[in-house]
């Protein structure tokens, strides 16, 4: 069974599946869209800062460092 989380309490080498934005934060919600954060869209982190901001995740083929604040805005589930 899936567990949703935050990707602010994920460690590198973990995956999980987008399931939407949380509500509010217009502008950050459609700039990760742009950069193709879309729900259903898999990602893992492949590295996250000593003192957790930023991490970085890989998503469709491509590496994305986000903000602790970006990153808070994604409502995930695990895999």
């Known amino acids: ?4 989380i935050s990707l602010q309490t994920m460690k590198p080498g973990e995956s999980a599946r987008i399931l939407g934005f949380v509500k509010g934060e217009r502008e950050y919600r459609q700039r990760l869209l742009a950069m193709g954060l ?7 982190v492949t590295r996250v800062a000593p003192l957790g901001d930023p991490l970085e995740i890989s998503v469709r083929n491509f590496t994305l460092t986000l903000r602790r604040r970006e990153a808070a805005i994604l409502l995930a589930e695990r895999l």
């Open 1 to 4: 069974m899936s567990k949703d």
């Open 38 to 44: 879309t729900p259903g869209t898999v990602f893992s």
